[in-house]
């Protein structure tokens, strides 16, 4: 059998699209190694000492934290009302109003900073809510529309019949839900996970709206660093975000392999 000859242009197209996704990681990573005291790329020397700098700064240190605690109460707060909601909302599709599944996805629909605008307006003026269990609540309204989705995708695959003869055989409902079907669908719960916990890491219209004195996210400082600051330490905690996506990816690579996501 004769190979295939692939066309040069379409190799060609191919490294462009290389270089488009790629480069852009290549200069932040370069910037943040830079030995200048300012942000430039290709580098002037090679450093690591921004990345020391990082946990010098004690508001990188206190937001690092911050952030990570309200993207994981946040995602398992999403995950507690989203997989009993999307496993409503498929197993009885019929008897449940059609509008229901669309209240779930309005915090996607709404703009972004009109939806921090209103949580602003609504829970630190109307009921004086703390800014840490503000953010809490505004990062859960936000991630929730992926959790259902993507639950919900998981759910449209599975066979509702295994559950029904579960329970005919004397298995309790409550049983049935834990033993049966969220195994069933437990590559998407994990992924609604991993989706929804880098989502709150990453926001910003939410959070720059809810945090306050004494209390932000990391994003947020990011903001507030580079309004004083051109340093590479913006790229150098850019780094570290891209590194912990891919530590928490290689995690499931090699505790489930990626595949195990794709069922």
Aim: no cysteine; aromatic share 12%.
């Amino acid at each position: 059998m004769m190979p295939t000859k692939i066309h040069p242009a379409l190799i060609g197209f191919t490294a462009l699209v290389f270089i488009f996704l790629v480069g852009p990681l290549i200069i932040v990573l370069g910037a943040a190694l830079s030995d200048t005291t300012y942000l430039t790329f290709p580098p002037q020397g090679l450093s690591l000492r921004w990345f020391q700098n990082i946990f010098e700064i004690d508001a990188f240190r206190r937001t690092i934290l911050t952030s990570l605690q309200v993207a994981v109460i946040s995602t398992f707060v999403a995950l507690l009302i989203g997989i009993p909601a999307s496993y409503a909302m498929s197993r009885y599709r019929i008897q449940l109003p059609g509008w229901l599944s669309t209240l779930f996805v309005l915090p996607v629909l709404v703009p972004e900073l009109v939806l921090g605008f209103s949580l602003l307006k609504n829970l630190a003026f109307q009921f004086n809510a703390p800014i840490f269990l503000s953010l809490i609540i505004g990062h859960t309204i936000l991630i929730l529309p992926y959790v259902i989705r993507v639950i919900s995708a998981s759910l449209a695959s599975f066979d509702f019949s295994i559950e029904e003869a579960a329970i005919s055989l004397g298995s309790p409902p409550l049983k049935t839900f834990f033993t049966v079907l969220l195994p069933n669908v437990r590559s998407g719960v994990i992924a609604a996970f991993i989706l929804a916990f880098i989502t709150s890491v990453n926001d910003v219209s939410i959070s720059i709206f809810l945090t306050g004195p004494g209390i932000s996210t990391l994003p947020i400082q990011l903001l507030a660093h580079m309004e004083q600051f051109f340093d590479p330490t913006v790229a150098s905690v850019s780094v570290l975000l891209m590194v912990l996506t891919v530590a928490v990816m290689a995690i499931v690579e090699r505790t489930l392999g990626l595949t195990f996501l794709a069922k």
